[in-house]
C-alpha cells in the first residue's frame, strides 16, 4: 500500500468550519474503523487528535469531529481557532505485517 | 503521565550505524505494542517498525528490512532501534510511539538522525 490521500492545504478564516479527506482503500480505511488523526506543530511531536474514526481522547476539542464514508475519512474542524493552524495526518490500521500502519500524505492548515 | 523520550540520533556517514533509544514512562510498558515512525525533512510521516509486547515479533518496512532491528528491554521500560548500513534516504526524525490497540496514542519529541560524507 501506498500513502493515503490527503489535500496538500486547507485554508479558512477564524471562525468557519474546514474538513480534510483522506483516502484509501478497502483493504484500509473502508475496511477497518481503525482510523486516527494527528495535529503536528513545527518542531513537535504529532498529537492524537480523533481516534477510531470518531472518537476524541479526553482533553481534545469538540470542534474537532471525525466520519468515515466507503474509503474516505473526514477531519472537521468547527469555529476554526489561531492556534489550529498546523499539519494534519491521517492513519489507518492495516493487517499487513510490512505495514501495519499507514499514514496520510498530511494537510497543512492555515487560519486566515 | 505517559512520557516517551528518544535518544542517541546524530550525524553518521552512509554505511554507519546508529542506535536509537526511547525511554517510557507514566504506563505498563511491558503491555503494549511499540513501534518506530520516521519523518523526512519536511515530509510525511512513515511506520518503520514494530515488536509486541513480550519481544518475541518484530516487524519491519520493507525499505529498512535486513538493516534495522527494534527490541526492547522491559526490566529498563526502554525501546531500541538499531540502525546499520544507514543510507542517505534514511535521514529523518524518528519517533517511538505507543500502540493501543490498533491507534498511536503517543508520541515522542523525536530524534534526527542525518545520514550525510
Known amino acids: 500500500q501506498s500513502a493515503l490521500t490527503q489535500p496538500a492545504s486547507v485554508s479558512g478564516s477564524p471562525g468557519q468550519s474546514i474538513t480534510i479527506s483522506c483516502t484509501g482503500t478497502?483493504?484500509?480505511?473502508?475496511?477497518?474503523?481503525?482510523v486516527s488523526w494527528y495535529q503536528q506543530h513545527p518542531g513537535k511531536g504529532p498529537k492524537l487528535m480523533i481516534y477510531?474514526?470518531?472518537n476524541r481522547p479526553s482533553g481534545v476539542s469538540d470542534r474537532f469531529t471525525g466520519s468515515k464514508s466507503g474509503n474516505t475519512a473526514s477531519l472537521t474542524i468547527s469555529r476554526l481557532q489561531a492556534e489550529d493552524e498546523a499539519d494534519y495526518y491521517c492513519?489507518?490500521?492495516?493487517?499487513?505485517?510490512?505495514?501495519?500502519?499507514?499514514f496520510g500524505t498530511g494537510t497543512r492548515v492555515t487560519v486566515l | 503521565e505517559v512520557q516517551l523520550v528518544e535518544s542517541g540520533g546524530g550525524l553518521v556517514q552512509p554505511g554507519g550505524s546508529l542506535r536509537l533509544s526511547c525511554a517510557a514512562s507514566?504506563?505498563?510498558?511491558?503491555?503494549?505494542?511499540m513501534h518506530w515512525v520516521r519523518q523526512a525533512p519536511g515530509k510525511g510521516l512513515v511506520w518503520v517498525s514494530r515488536?509486541?509486547?513480550?519481544?518475541?515479533?518484530?516487524n519491519y518496512a520493507d525499505s529498512v528490512m535486513g538493516r534495522f532491528t527494534i527490541s526492547r528491554d522491559s526490566a529498563k521500560n526502554t525501546l531500541y532501534l538499531q540502525m546499520n548500513s544507514l543510507r542517505v534516504e534514511d535521514t529523518a526524525v524518528y519517533y517511538c510511539?505507543?500502540?493501543?490497540?490498533?491507534?498511536?496514542?503517543?508520541w515522542g519529541q523525536g530524534t534526527l538522525v542525518t545520514v550525510s560524507s
Open positions: 510511539v505507543r500502540d493501543n490497540n490498533f491507534k498511536i496514542d503517543y
Open positions: 507514566g504506563f505498563t510498558f511491558s503491555t503494549y505494542f
Open positions: 515488536i509486541n509486547s513480550d519481544g518475541s515479533k518484530t
Open positions: 478497502s483493504s484500509d480505511v473502508g475496511g477497518y474503523n481503525y
Open positions: 477510531d474514526v470518531s
Open positions: 492513519n489507518s490500521y492495516t493487517p499487513s505485517i510490512t505495514l501495519p500502519f499507514v
